[in-house]
């Protein structure tokens, strides 16, 4: 009991001397002990190390999870030291409601089927999308979060303790100078100045030994930075797999709806009496077939199911029809285009054919020439060069 009550007594008398020489410091009524320039920097670059780590790593967290709600269910279970349930994505949840709609409108319509291609490119984006968020979180988040909880929680311990040491060194120096001062008036005061010394040669070590534990740790700011450079680039390896995943799959989904859009809109149209000529590709501008040059107008006669119509088949049949005598334009194709009939011409990406345009054709369309091949192409397919 004695034991407990002088050594409470003693802890109090530490934390007294403490605060009166930390006040006394920030008046200006106090020497302080400055540390060397070297573990200055230390310092300063440990400190911006954990401040810039913080805002990397909760932006990046905003990135993975836009939904402040869902972060903060996850930082929960994570508090709790329990596993995150699995979590529908956004693109997985799109490609439900897609599939469930293409069910009801029927399966086999031009909408039902490309709602299903469409849903089911979808489910693969949320796929790719969950793969990629556990593989950031694992390999980028957790080296962050750990150097914050652990690394750094212990070098801020040490740095507590040697800011403490620091107040008991600059203490001690204050009381020996004030026991010299006494000494020089009175000889009695000799065995204070003795007693001043032996505390200040213990509080110097004690100093010196924590100050040597503080800059070993702090010098490790240095790894940490390796190991964090290693897993920056782990997480921008992660991110080109995952865009470039999508790419793919958006790709192969244009395909595919580029080389079913014919039919699709073939079916779509049949019995229209106002249509003339094939649906467009793609929503394009007028004003892009509106350059090229035309032949001399040929009247359009509407189309009616059951009756021919020569003129209207003489515009849509490409083959039967010669380019004019000058104004064509070259035109690079951008992507890989199926002919949807034998009106159409089959394209490939990057190779250069020739366009202009036909009397009655829908402005979305183009006749293009590929050596002694002819047939129509989507303007949305081609750039068209001047």
């Given at each position: 009991m004695d034991f407990n009550v002088k050594k409470l007594a003693s802890d109090?008398?530490?934390?007294?001397?403490?605060?009166?020489?930390?006040?006394?410091?920030?008046l200006g009524?106090?020497?302080?002990?400055?540390?060397?320039?070297?573990?200055?920097n230390l310092l300063a670059?440990?400190?911006c190390t954990k401040n810039w780590t913080e805002k990397i790593l909760r932006q990046t967290e905003v990135l993975l999870q836009p939904n402040p709600s869902a972060r903060v269910e996850e930082f929960l279970y994570e508090k709790l030291d329990r596993k995150v349930p699995s979590r529908v994505t956004n693109g997985e949840l799109l490609a439900q409601y897609m599939t469930e709609a293409a069910n009801d409108f029927g399966p086999g319509t031009p909408y039902g089927k490309t709602l299903i291609k469409v849903g089911e490119t979808q489910r693969r984006l949320g796929a790719a999308e969950r793969d990629f968020i556990h593989s950031a979180s694992i390999n980028f988040l957790t080296p962050l979060r750990n150097f914050l909880e652990g690394d750094w929680r212990t070098i801020s311990k040490e740095r507590r303790i040697l800011?403490?040491?620091r107040l008991d060194l600059d203490a001690c120096k204050a009381r020996l100078k004030k026991a010299k001062a006494a000494e020089a008036k009175a000889a009695l005061w000799s065995d204070e100045v003795e007693k001043a010394e032996h505390e200040l040669r213990l509080t110097q070590t004690e100093f010196d030994r924590q100050a040597e534990v503080t800059r070993l740790l702090l010098e490790g700011i240095s790894s940490t930075h390796v190991n964090h450079l290693r897993c920056l680039h782990e997480f921008v390896e992660s991110q080109t797999n995952y865009y470039?995943?999508?790419?793919?799959y958006m790709l192969d989904l244009q395909k595919q709806l580029g080389s079913s859009k014919g039919e699709i809109f073939s079916g779509t149209f049949v019995g229209n009496a106002e249509s003339t000529s094939p649906p467009p590709?793609?929503?394009s501008p007028p004003a892009v077939a509106a350059t090229l040059p035309a032949v001399p107008t040929i009247p359009v006669v509407p189309t009616i199911v059951g009756v021919p119509n020569s003129v209207a088949e003489?515009?849509?049949?490409?083959?039967?029809?010669?380019?004019?005598?000058?104004?064509?334009r070259k035109a690079r194709v951008l992507y890989d285009y199926e002919a949807a009939d034998s009106t159409e011409l089959a394209l490939l990406a990057d190779e250069m054919i020739t366009v202009y345009s036909l009397p009655g054709m829908d402005p979305d369309w183009l006749i293009g020439e590929r050596g002694n091949q002819k047939g129509k192409v989507p303007v949305t397919y081609l750039e068209l060069l001047s």
């Open positions: 109090a008398g530490v934390f007294f001397s403490r605060a009166m020489q930390f006040t006394e410091e920030k009524q106090a020497e302080k002990t400055e540390l060397d320039a070297h573990f200055e670059r440990a400190d800011q403490n040491r470039a995943q999508c790419y793919q590709a793609a929503a003489s515009v849509l049949n490409p083959n039967e029809v010669k380019p004019p005598a000058s104004g064509t």
